[in-house]
């Protein structure tokens, strides 16, 4: 199965942890591989101890926010890294494997697609892939089981109200 949350919208990270809790609770392995992140303050990271052996994550990028537009060598690097990752971590045979930002990091070059289609036809059948990330690209979203587009339409940013602590990371 391939579960993928894209568009512009919150939430698409959230509801891959929602469905980790879940999974969790009934005794399922988990393993979650961020691409284009770095930042070790964010909830899902922090509380990664307390539920091992059952939630595992990993990250990979930088502190600071991948220009988009034009990203970094380095942001290259740590992409390519995170889904050689991806594709040992298979051995350790999770229940759920999140990629979390693979569909944005495909969609600004970090990650080439067609070795992204390749990597999801060789995962094993009793393994669930979650994919998020903004602009997924057709060809996932076809391949995929479940996809779901979160749809932007306020967000407290609008107003200056700063990331909070427990809510946005």
């Not at 930042?39 to 990664?48: H, P, S």
């Not at 040992?88 to 970090?110: M, Q």
Request: hydrophobic letters at 40%.
């Amino acid at each position: 199965m391939i579960h993928v949350y894209t568009g512009e919208g919150e939430g698409k990270t959230l509801t891959a942890l929602g469905l980790a809790l879940r999974a969790i609770g009934h005794g399922k392995k988990v393993i979650m591989i961020q691409f284009m992140k770095g930042w070790k303050e964010t909830g899902e990271y922090m509380i990664k101890d307390r539920l091992e052996p059952e939630f595992e994550i990993y990250q990979f990028g930088r502190r600071e926010f991948v220009n988009l537009k034009n990203p970094e060598k380095t942001d290259i690097e740590l992409a390519r890294k995170g889904f050689e990752f991806a594709k040992k971590i298979l051995k350790k045979n999770p229940d759920i494997l999140i990629l979390d930002e693979i569909n944005l990091a495909i969609s600004i070059g970090l990650l080439d697609l067609n070795e992204i289609i390749n990597f999801l036809k060789r995962v094993p059948d009793d393994i669930a892939v979650v994919m998020t990330g903004r602009r997924a690209p057709r060809e996932i979203i076809d391949m995929a089981n479940l996809v779901t587009e979160m749809k932007y339409i306020k967000h407290p940013f609008d107003k200056g109200i700063a990331a909070r602590e427990g809510l946005d990371y």
